[in-house]
């Protein structure tokens, strides 16, 4: 495998109140494409801050982040937002679907910055949709899905413009035990495939399905662990 993702010494220090917060402390790790990786730690250890980081959201107050090769720093705001929209895919807890948009709709949005045509969009978003089961429900609006339907227009979506990286915020929190599940056997089937996934998450549960675990506390990594057994969350839905 080669590497996707490559953090030197990283920290980012906010100002708040006119006092210095590190939200990140020195953090190195490189992560191989093809893997699945869960980020974990407690409510202000730098989890969202490195998913921001990670994104191509926000950039290092100090060291360096390389992504797919490009040391992120080197890039103006435009070529960030490219290098954003052609390497990456963004799954959310919350979903973040229009509201009165269909879902093939919705899965067509990254395309539109990418300034394709029409028909090719719309073609590209009902294989996507297809990919994650839901070609029949293209046309639905969002109040028109289940929760776990509406988590899979997100990762249509966010495979729409066959990223490098998906990266995942606590995507089953919104969801019951049993559609968790399910969307985390649709994570790992991806992963299979050969789909880099990067998951953040506060529960134990979500991630032992990772191959990888990174821990972290007070902005700093303090295990770096790989899951020689993940939990093989489609082999649950089998059984039940």
């Known amino acids: 495998m080669s590497e996707l993702i490559r953090l030197e010494r990283v920290t980012r220090v906010y100002q708040t109140g006119g006092h210095p917060v590190r939200a990140l402390d020195g ?14 730690g407690p409510s202000g250890c730098g989890k969202s801050t490195l998913m921001n980081l990670l994104g191509c959201l926000d950039r290092p107050t100090e ?9 992120v720093a080197s890039l103006n705001d435009d ?12 799954v959310f807890q919350s979903f973040n679907l229009l509201a009165r948009t269909s879902a093939q709709e919705n899965v067509e949005l990254p395309l539109l910055y990418a300034r394709l045509p029409a028909a090719e969009r719309r073609a590209r978003a009902l294989q996507r949709l297809g990919d994650v089961g839901l070609a029949e429900r293209a046309h639905h609006l969002p109040n028109q899905l289940s929760g776990g339907q509406m988590q899979r ?6 495979l729409v413009n066959n990223p490098a990286l998906i990266l995942a915020d606590e995507p089953t929190g919104a969801l019951d035990s049993r559609t968790g599940v399910e969307i985390l056997a649709l994570f790992q ?12 998450t506060h529960d134990a549960e979500v ?4 191959r990888r675990v990174l821990r972290f506390r007070d902005g700093r990594l303090i295990e770096d662990s790989a899951n020689t057994a993940p939990r093989d969350a489609g082999a649950e839905l089998v059984a039940a």
Request: aromatic residues 6%.
């Open 189 to 200: 089937s991806l992963n299979r495939a050969g789909m880099t996934v990067v998951m953040v």
């Open 153 to 158: 227009v997100a990762i249509a979506r966010a």
């Open 207 to 210: 991630a032992a399905c990772a």
């Open 27 to 40: 953090v190195s790790f490189a992560i191989e494409a093809g893997d699945m990786v869960a980020i974990m």
């Open 79 to 90: 070529q960030l937002a490219d290098l954003r929209n052609r390497t990456l895919g963004f």
């Open 63 to 71: 060291g360096s982040y390389t992504l797919n090769g490009t040391n």
